[in-house]
Every structure is written in C-alpha cells, then in structure tokens.
C-alpha cells in the first residue's frame, strides 16, 4: 500500500525523522487519498513538540496557529502544512471541548483521540500505514464508525454527531457506494443528541453547510429528521421542506438552504438564518429565493424585473427551485427569459440608450435621475423602443408633467 505524498510533503516528513522524530501524514488526507478523491490539507502528526519544530524549520515559514494544542502551521511551497505534536485529549466536562491537552510520545495514542476509524489512519513512506482501528476496511465498505467507545466519544464532544453526518453526505467508496453509519455509532449518536445544544452555533453551521452542499444531502438529512437530530439544531424546526428533492439541486448553500426553508416566510427564515450566524449576503441571497417563490412570474416585464432584482444566474437558479417545488410554469418561463436575454432585452438601467448624464442636460436633478431612469427602464422592459431619441422624448414628456 502506498500513498503518493506531493513532494513538499515528504520533505517534512524527511525533516522530521532527520531530526530524530517520528511523522505521519494523518486524517482526512490518508482517507481520502485511499477513496482516491481529491485532498483537501495534508496534516502531520509527529512525536515532535512544538519547540522541536522549531529547530528542526529553523529559518522556515513556521507559524504558531494552535501552538496551546501542539499545532504549529509550516508554509512549504503552495502547502500550509499543520504539523501536530502526538496527543492524548484529557477528559471532556463542557461536552466540547477536552479540559487539557495531554501530549504524548505514542502515534497510537494519537489516533485512539480521533472520531472515526475511517480518519484514524497515519500513513509514513517507509513504514507504511498504520490502522489500529480496521479503518481501511470500514473505508472499503463504506462504513462510518467510532473509534472506541460510541457513547463515550459523542460525549466528550457533541460535534461529532454532525461529523458523522457529514461523513455520511460527502463520502462514496471507491465502487461509488455511499457511506452508512453503523448502528452502535448511529444509537449512540441518537442517544447524546441534546448535547448539540452545548455546541457553539459556528461549528454546528459549519458542519451543516457540508452536509447541506455534499452529494447525499437528501438521504443523510432525511436520516436526521428521522432520528430527531435535525431538530436538534436551534432555528432548524421544521425546515425540512426540501429533504426529499434537495440532490437534485446544484450543490450550492444558498440555493439548498432555500429548498430546506421553503415552506416558511422569507421574514422569519431571515431571523433563523441570522441567529444560525449565515453571512449577511447569504441571507439575502436565500431570502430573495423565498420572496419569490410563489409569485408571478409570466409576463415579459415580470421575468425582466426579477432578472433586474436578483440577477440572471439566480433568477434561473430560482426557476430550479420553484420547479422542484411543483411549479409547472417553471420551465416554461426559464426558457422564455433565456430568449429575452438571447434577444438582448434591457432589465437594467446601464443598458438603457441614455444615462444619468443625459437626464441632468435635460434638467433632473439628485434623485429625480435615478427616477426618470427607473420609469424609462420599465417601459422599455414593457416594449417601448430602447433608442436615444426615443428615450429622451420621452424623458423631456416626464419633465413636463413634473
Ligand atoms: P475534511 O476533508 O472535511 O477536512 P477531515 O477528516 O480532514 O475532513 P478535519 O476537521 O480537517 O476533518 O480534521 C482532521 C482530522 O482531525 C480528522 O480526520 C480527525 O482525525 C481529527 N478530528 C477532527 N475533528 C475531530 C473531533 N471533533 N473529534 C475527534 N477527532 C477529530
Ligand atoms: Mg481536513
């Protein structure tokens, strides 16, 4: 069995051992390198302490990202490397986070801390990989399992009742099969649910953004609401409108979200997403989804309006949803605003023949440009003519009726 690790990689490694310690490459990167997916970070576990890294990247771009923790940050080449002294996590009271760090000089100790066998792997060039936990197989079944004892671990740290989940939504084995959680894990997970609440709401966004945007989103969801874990999460009640439908949405957050939120109002999904702490932007984006999620959308100048309001990319994404959700005229007016845009037609004022410049030579002045604009844009967008002359006869009628 061996790994491939990109150069820059293997040279920590080497330096490491150089040095006199031992380093593995460790977690998601060994996992995913054996479901031949793409790595996300490389992560190093070695017997090194934080001051041995030091000396031994004496003159290196080292950083001190996590230096409490054992976890030192090397920049080596396009990699930012975490390099983690061997830990052994002291006992969990708060339900999150481990009361002391204990470090230790074992690599088995190490990965007896991490959650699942799957992401308890550590891979060294020459000494090959090691497994404690049968992580290799469970990777090949496509099994999500903890390491130890289930009910102890989701005790100790809540959030990993989420990552399992999002283990479950983004992981397929190397036959395609989607990754189940196995019953003991499963019950335990079940059994400390009401310990998400002692989770701060970052994390738990986090990890719900990654179930959310993954390939199975809709089954593991649904596997959440079943075992009553997805209401679990404050500000989640009840959003589940979209579960069943939700993969065959682009995975995007915001458009998924919208699917999830869909039969509530965009005011109160702006209140729940806010204390979810979701960026202001994707509020918005999200809450434009809801606005118009049961509108009109028929006439030329609807589907302008719409495109002027949330842009072409989203009006047609907003098109997907509403399809989803049984509009049968969805696909009708997706098609009917493409051929306006083929066409060219105006749903913005920059698009227009005249500008602000030419509505103030015929003597509008601050605001009353913006609106002599707004109202030239909307009967161009009804039909009227997008020329020069046509635009400032018209504009010269509203000044006189001023
Ligand atoms: P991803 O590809 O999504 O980053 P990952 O497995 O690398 O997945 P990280 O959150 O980056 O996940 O964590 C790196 C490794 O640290 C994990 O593979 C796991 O071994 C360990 N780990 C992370 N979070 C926890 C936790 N809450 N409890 C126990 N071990 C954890
Ligand atoms: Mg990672």
């Known amino acids: 069995m061996e790994i491939l690790l990109p150069k820059e990689i293997s040279a920590v490694i080497t330096a490491l051992e150089e040095y006199g310690a031992e380093a593995y490459v460790v977690g998601g990167c060994v996992r995913d390198s054996l479901l031949e997916r793409e790595i ?67 690599l088995t100790d190490d990965l007896s801390r991490r959650d699942f066998t799957v992401n308890a792997m550590a891979y060294n060039p020459a000494r090959g990989l090691t497994d404690r936990f049968s992580g290799r197989e469970d990777l090949q079944n496509g099994i999500i399992r903890c390491v130890g004892d289930a009910q102890k671990r989701f005790n100790e740290d809540a959030l990993r009742i989420l990552r399992a989940f999002r283990f479950m939504s983004k992981l397929k084995n190397t036959e395609g099969k989607g990754f189940v959680i196995e019953d003991a894990t499963l019950a335990a997970m079940e059994s400390c649910k009401e310990r998400i609440s002692l989770l701060s709401v970052e994390r738990v966004t986090a990890e719900l953004a990654g179930i959310i945007t993954a390939e199975r989103a809709g089954e593991t969801l649904a596997l959440m609401k079943k075992t009553d874990i997805l209401s679990q999460i404050p500000s989640f009640e009840a959003c589940d409108a979209g579960i069943e439908r939700i993969d065959k949405l682009p995975k995007e957050l915001e458009t998924r979200t919208a699917a999830l939120f869909w039969s509530i109002s965009a005011e109160q999904a702006k209140e729940r997403l806010a204390a979810l702490k979701f960026k202001n932007s994707e509020i918005k984006r999200i809450a434009a989804f809801l606005e118009n999620g049961k509108t009109a959308l028929t006439s030329d100048i609807e589907l302008l309006e719409l495109t002027a309001k949330m842009g072409a990319e989203d009006a047609f994404r907003l098109f997907e949803l509403r399809r989803i959700f049984g509009d049968g005229c969805a696909e009708k007016s997706k098609q009917r605003l493409c051929r306006l845009l083929e066409e060219g037609r105006c749903f913005k004022t920059e698009q227009l023949a005249v500008n602000g410049k030419d509505m103030a030579e015929l003597g509008f002045e601050g605001r009353a440009i913006g609106t002599v604009l707004g109202s030239l844009l909307r009967e161009v967008m009804a039909g009227a003519e997008n020329s020069r002359e046509n635009l400032l006869q018209r504009a010269k009628q509203f000044k006189e009726e001023q």
Not at 40 to 65: H, P, Q, Y
Not at 82 to 92: C, L, P, W
Request: charged fraction near 30%.
């Open 40 to 106: 996300n970070d490389w992560d190093v576990t070695t017997s090194a302490s934080t001051e041995e890294m030091r000396r031994c990247f004496a003159g290196k771009k080292l950083i001190a990202t996590g230096e409490k923790h054992g976890t030192m940050t090397l920049l080596s080449g396009e990699y930012a490397v975490e390099i983690t002294t061997f830990r052994k996590d002291g006992s969990y009271s708060d339900g999150r986070h481990p009361d002391s760090v204990v470090f230790s000089d074992r």
